[in-house]
């Protein structure tokens, strides 16, 4: 056999090779035009593992149901997770990963403040739109200047009016005068709520009579609560997540500390109620939601009958996050990141959490209420909607 005849053979196998590999990543192609991938991000592990597994459970089961009806668009939706363990630079290279190599559409999640900031670059960058589920703070939405992010959004209220609705019950409703402030000083959930709650209470007439820091990881607070029990409170704010609540209010009843306890919605957890039962009997959250509320009853029925767990507010969040995403991509008639975010901010949804239309402004929900829930015999008693007064 010639050379020439060899080289010809050659030339021929690898020009077939490439058309076949053309051939191939058409067909692939062809399918992934077939499906949305919508990704979630949000920790999987660590101590705000109970919140993140709930959010992924909500949506993977959100998403079996529509793709069950028919899909979106008459698409099947694919979710995809990645666990950000908690951290802000994990939260980013999840967010890089599910845009750059998945090929997502959009990202629901995360729930906390500082993971949430983190990523609008990102999202900036590759015009990708983000629905936060219960990230509070006002920066991640907004820039420093006023600016509104363009790609980041939210289905939750901000720690201004959180904080501002906390303070309002406690000396409007409650007649407290006297509050005292525990920390996380490493938080921006922490230290947002603590700004607006210190303010609208000084406003008011009430007094900070002590305030203290921790950082998230301590488990010894006695030293900062033996200086707020010399200030003698009637309240203490507490601000932060669930498993340094219930160290801590286990520690301030330890001391002889009897004041009212007040937090927000980093205290809704089944785990608090199991960690901390009578150290927060009579204290009071500030909460998306009422979880008594009949209309709620049914997914949390259906989300216990799939998973065998109980409900935790994330899920509630992502649930109504994923209707907000549905109804966008519907509206754009489209499932190009672009322009779903243009529709992000025109549709309206009808929640659990309440109605959902977000503002052109700020990209936060128009109009949301607070439930105040009263905490007695490790269980939620009491809950009433609340605005500002």
């Known amino acids: 056999m010639s050379k020439k005849f060899l080289t010809l053979i050659s030339v021929l196998l690898i020009f077939t090779m490439i058309i076949t590999a053309c051939g191939d990543t058409g067909t692939s192609a062809e399918k992934e035009k077939e499906t949305i991938k919508i990704g979630w991000i949000g920790s999987l ?13 909500t949506v993977k089961m959100l998403i079996e149901e529509v793709n069950a009806n028919g899909g979106i668009l008459g698409k099947q ?5 990645y666990d950000t363990k908690g951290d802000a630079a994990e939260a980013v290279n999840a967010t890089k990963r599910l845009i750059t190599q998945d090929g997502v559409v959009a990202i629901i999640g995360p729930n906390a403040s500082g993971q949430a900031i983190s990523i609008s670059s990102v999202l900036e960058q590759y015009k990708v739109p983000d ?53 996380d000083v490493a938080s921006d959930y922490s ?31 006695k030293p900062q609560l033996s200086k707020i029990k010399d200030a003698n409170p009637d309240m203490i704010l507490m601000p932060y997540y669930y498993k340094e609540v219930a160290l801590s209010a286990n520690q301030a ?15 809704p957890s089944e785990q608090l109620m199991t960690m901390a039962a009578d150290a927060i009997e009579g204290s009071y959250v500030v909460n998306h939601l009422d979880f008594n509320d009949p209309e709620v009853k049914p997914l949390q029925e259906k989300y216990t009958a799939k998973y065998n767990l109980p409900m935790e507010l994330n899920g509630y969040m992502a ?14 008639k ?46 939620y008693i009491f809950q009433e909607k609340y605005g500002l007064q």
């Open 45 to 57: 592990t660590g101590d705000q593992a109970v919140w993140g597994t709930c959010e992924s459970n």
């Open 77 to 81: 939706v694919e979710g995809i997770y």
């Open 131 to 183: 629905i936060a589920t219960v990230a509070t703070n006002p920066k991640v939405t907004v820039n420093d200047d006023g600016s509104v992010k363009a790609y980041n959004f939210r289905v939750c209220f901000i720690d201004p009016y959180q904080g501002a609705v906390a303070a309002g019950y406690a000396y409007d409703r409650l007649g407290l005068r006297n509050a005292a402030v525990l920390y």
């Open 191 to 221: 230290q947002g709520f603590t700004e607006f709650f210190e303010k609208t209470f000084a406003e008011k007439g009430g007094k900070i009579v002590a305030k203290e820091g921790f950082k998230e990881g301590d488990v010894e607070f």
């Open 253 to 267: 009843r330890e001391l002889g500390i009897d004041a009212v306890l007040i937090g927000g919605d980093g205290w």
């Open 319 to 332: 649930h109504d996050a994923f209707l907000l995403l549905q109804a966008a991509i519907e509206d754009a």
């Open 334 to 379: 489209s499932d190009d990141p672009v322009k779903i975010t243009e529709s992000l901010a025109k549709v309206t949804v009808q929640g659990v959490t309440g109605t959902i239309k977000i503002s052109p402004e700020d990209h936060n929900p128009v109009g949301k209420e607070a439930a105040i829930v009263k905490i007695e015999s490790a269980d």
